[in-house]
């Protein structure tokens, strides 16, 4: 499966998110998802979309869960020095 996540550019990410955030989702969807070989990208845009290419509805509909979940949490894996 592959997963594009695209972030606004008017969002404000701090150095370094967008590579933490493509490992940590990445993590979580192939502990979700480990038979299948999952690509993760992550990249700004003109406004936040998630697209999954590759999956039936019920796996997009739980990669789009993952995502706010990994969104919602990044106070616990996203460490800025």
């Known amino acids: 499966m592959r997963v594009e996540v695209t ?3 008017t969002t404000q990410l701090p150095d370094g998110a ?3 955030l493509v490992q940590e989702l990445t993590k979580r ?3 979700q998802f480990p038979a299948t ?3 993760v990208s992550v990249r700004y845009s003109s ?3 998630l697209t ?3 999956a039936p509805k019920e796996e997009k509909e739980r990669v789009s869960e993952i995502l706010q979940e990994t969104w919602e ?3 616990d894996w996203f460490i800025t020095d």
Request: glycine share 4%; net charge negative; charged share 15%.
């Open 7 to 9: 972030v606004a550019r």
């Open 29 to 31: 969807i192939n502990v």
């Open 47 to 49: 406004a936040h979309n």
């Open 37 to 39: 070989d999952n690509t």
């Open 52 to 54: 999954v290419f590759g």
């Open 18 to 20: 967008i590579v933490a």
């Open 73 to 75: 949490s990044a106070d």
